[in-house]
């Protein structure tokens, strides 16, 4: 038995991951744990690493059509009509940088000086020095340049900001 990638609707994989599970060796669906905003707030959540997408192990010809038509599936991705193997090392490399199943991203630490980019809000596409963090880390202040007027100090959310070379 191989490994192959299984497209779900938008949302559905944890209950195709389930189901799945009941019929097949091994499903894998790897998960990501981030900051995301919710309610306008910065948050950790765990989402799909793919979203739309896990990984079966199932061989094609017992198991093609339980899985294709399984509510929630789009699909397995494939060529054509042929579903395309996943290799074994890509789901091993997947492992090995989670802790059971779930990779962890963590935020890079801005430094004073460093040159940033405003990537939301009404500043966005702007480039500024970042200046220190605000309130822990959710808020920063950055240092803006603009035609009128150089070193404008703007307090933005921290996630509004990146940092660019």
Not at 28 to 52: N, Q, V
Not at 141 to 158: D, K, S
Request: charged content about 25%.
């Amino acid at each position: 038995m191989e490994w192959y990638l299984v497209r779900t609707k938008p949302g559905k994989e944890r209950w195709v991951r389930d189901q799945l599970a009941a019929a097949l060796p091994e499903v894998f669906l790897p998960l990501l744990e981030a900051r995301t905003r919710r309610w306008g707030k910065l948050a950790w959540a765990i989402t799909p690493l793919f979203p739309c997408y896990l990984f079966a192990r199932l061989d094609p010809s017992r198991h093609y059509f339980e899985v294709k038509y399984l509510p929630g599936v789009q699909g397995l991705v494939g060529a054509g009509a042929e579903p395309l193997a996943v290799p074994p090392a890509v789901i091993e490399e997947i492992r090995r940088r989670g802790v059971n199943g779930v990779v962890k991203i963590e935020e890079r630490a801005l430094d004073s000086g460093a040159h940033v980019r405003v990537v939301e809000g009404p500043f966005r596409g702007f480039e500024a020095i970042f200046d220190r963090y605000l309130s822990g880390a959710e808020r920063v202040a950055i240092l803006l340049n603009t035609l009128e007027a150089t070193g404008v100090r703007i307090v933005l959310p921290a996630s509004a900001v990146t940092k660019f070379s």
